[in-house]
């Protein structure tokens, strides 16, 4: 079993690495990094300059800066491979498999691609890298890897070891054989275990069992992502149209998958219009964050113009003007409450979900419940514990009640309406909706005043 370092990325670390690299210390990097598990390795080289980084990559094993390659950051991934020679990056291309090469090559400007593939030892591997390429990133093909064990049903069980011992060699981890007939078609699967308890001489058309989950070249990676959750699977053939097996997902790449999609959902409702990463430049991060920070500006000064409409009635009745930040934190409180919910539901969707109008009539009587309880609670404190006027109180309470049922309705139906039209519905949980709230808060809190309060 290979020896894993514990490691602790410090500061004195990397001053340390960086002074050994200035000063050219090549045997004290390489010992230093001995044993460190990939993924520490690339969380270091993330903290260096492209110049030390790509340094410390040239040190290393072929193999195992292949791998790290891999785990860096994908901005920094795009760093590095610029600065490299196409033949420097097809020697680590060789050691990857081919899913991942993919991922790096896909990275790569296409007027390099051909370069790069063209300096690749392995020239299966290098058959495969141009047969995924075809595929849509964010589909199963794109997604798959061509490293994968299979069995011919005809085989017996010692034809089937051999052949695993051969292509064991190319496949890093063996999850399921897959079993095929002599024209490619997916049949099943065998176990491991099968194989080794049964006799030499047992046919694996015997052995394998023919229920096996596959995925066709096409379907979206979230479709890929929530059947290997749903059926808790470590690995998934991809077939074409004629369910000849292609390649499989396994799930590693499916992990990568739920992490990207996470992100995106939380950027979304952040208010973030593109992928941003914390160590991107001032002006990229300002320009993902400024467009919806231009919506919550815009909203505040409409909002101003409909407080100032009703300036008149704010100077007959100026403890109105108190309750506005009541009227708009719970607006917006509810709103994100109700599509975070809706949300989450869409993001795991079931064949016995609800239908749009079941889920209405349920979000709005939740919303009905809160409202009178909240509308109620407010009235009496305003009445009873502040002092004012009976009509007041009742202004007050009924315009929190009606703001809660308007932003619930909100809430519900603007996810809804996003997922329908292939939007990303985690954009209603964040500024879309908390700007939308206030504003039609405001007007229905100075609608009912003006109706209760003659303003």
């Not at 990325?9 to 090549?26: V, W």
Request: proline content about 2%; some cysteine.
């Amino acid at each position: 079993m290979e020896n894993i370092k514990s490691f602790e990325l410090s500061k004195e670390f990397l001053e340390s690495l960086q002074e050994g690299i200035e000063n050219q210390q090549n045997d004290y990097i390489i010992q230093s990094l001995e044993g460190v598990n990939v993924a520490d390795i690339a969380a270091l080289l993330d903290e260096l300059n492209m110049e030390e980084a790509i340094y410390v990559l040239r040190l290393m094993p072929s193999d195992v800066s292949a791998d790290i390659l891999i785990e860096l950051e994908e901005d920094s991934v795009v760093k590095v491979i610029r600065e490299m020679e196409a033949f420097e990056l097809a020697k680590l291309i060789d050691q990857m498999e081919s899913d991942d090469a993919v991922d790096i090559l896909n990275l790569v400007h296409n007027k390099d691609r051909e370069d790069v593939i063209s300096h690749l030892q392995d020239k299966e591997k290098s058959a495969h890298i141009v047969d995924l390429l075809r595929y849509d990133e964010d589909s199963a093909g794109g997604l798959m890897g061509k490293e994968f064990i299979k069995a011919n049903q005809n085989w017996n069980v010692i034809q089937t070891i051999d052949e695993i011992r051969r292509q064991a060699e190319k496949v890093e981890k063996i999850y399921s054989i897959y079993v095929v007939d002599n024209k490619q078609h997916l049949l099943g699967r065998v176990s491991l275990k099968k194989i080794i308890l049964a006799s030499s001489d047992t046919k694996i058309a015997d052995i394998y069992e023919p229920e096996v989950f596959s995925v066709p070249t096409q379907m979206d990676q979230e479709e890929v992502a929530e059947i290997m959750r749903k059926y808790d699977l470590e690995s998934i053939p991809v077939v074409n149209s004629k369910n000849k097996l292609l390649g499989r997902i396994t799930v590693d790449d499916i992990l990568d998958v739920i992490r990207e999609q996470s992100e995106e959902d939380i950027q979304a409702m952040t208010g973030f219009s593109s992928d941003v990463e914390e160590s991107d430049s001032i002006f990229r991060i300002s320009k993902a964050r400024l467009p919806w920070l231009l919506i919550g500006v815009v909203g505040g000064l409409m909002g101003s113009q409909i407080i100032g409409y009703f300036e008149d009635g704010l100077s007959k009745y100026i403890a109105l003007a108190s309750f506005i930040p009541l009227i708009a934190a719970t607006g917006g409180n509810v709103g994100i409450q109700s599509s975070s919910l809706v949300v989450q539901t869409l993001a795991a969707k079931s064949v016995f979900e609800e239908s749009i109008l079941n889920r209405f009539i349920k979000g709005l009587l939740v919303a009905l419940v809160n409202g009178l309880m909240l509308g109620a609670f407010v009235f009496c404190t305003v009445f009873f514990i502040y002092g004012f006027e009976f009509r007041f109180g009742l202004t007050v309470g009924i315009a929190l009640f009606c703001v809660v049922l308007l932003a619930s309705f909100m809430g519900t139906v603007t996810p809804l309406v996003l997922d329908k039209y292939g939007i990303n519905p985690a954009m209603a949980s964040g500024p879309f909706i908390t700007t939308a709230n206030d504003l039609l808060g405001l007007a229905v809190y100075f609608g009912v005043a003006t109706l209760l309060l003659n303003l």
